[in-house]
């Protein structure tokens, strides 16, 4: 992958989605599809994620994020791509923020 056609996802996943396993759902679809960044439960009741890796990847991790576990209830999906930062080396859980 070439750092042209990398790009950054940011995303909001609202519905039923803490406290069903989502964010390790999130964390190993990441992981299998090579994708830096992180995931986090928002006290809002949302999953917020932000993943950087190729477009492709992206769009596979956005249409996961769509589905879900099937523990959860996928309400709506917030999303944009921005450019790369490069912030990451690997994929994380991070802390309800």
Do not use: C, I
Not at 12 to 35: C, K, S, T, W
Request: no cysteine; proline share 1%; hydrophobic share 40%.
């Amino acid at each position: 992958m070439t750092e042209q056609n990398t790009q950054r996802l940011h995303a909001h996943v609202e519905g039923h989605v803490q406290g069903v396993g989502f964010r390790y759902f999130v964390l190993r679809e990441a992981q299998a599809l090579a994708l830096t960044g992180w995931v986090r439960n928002r006290f809002d009741g949302r999953v917020e994620v932000v993943a950087e890796g190729g477009l492709t990847d992206l769009n596979r991790l956005l249409a996961e994020l769509r589905k879900g576990p099937l523990s959860s209830e996928v309400w709506a999906v917030d999303y944009k791509f921005e450019t790369a930062r490069g912030d990451f080396d690997r994929f994380n859980l991070l802390m309800t923020g």
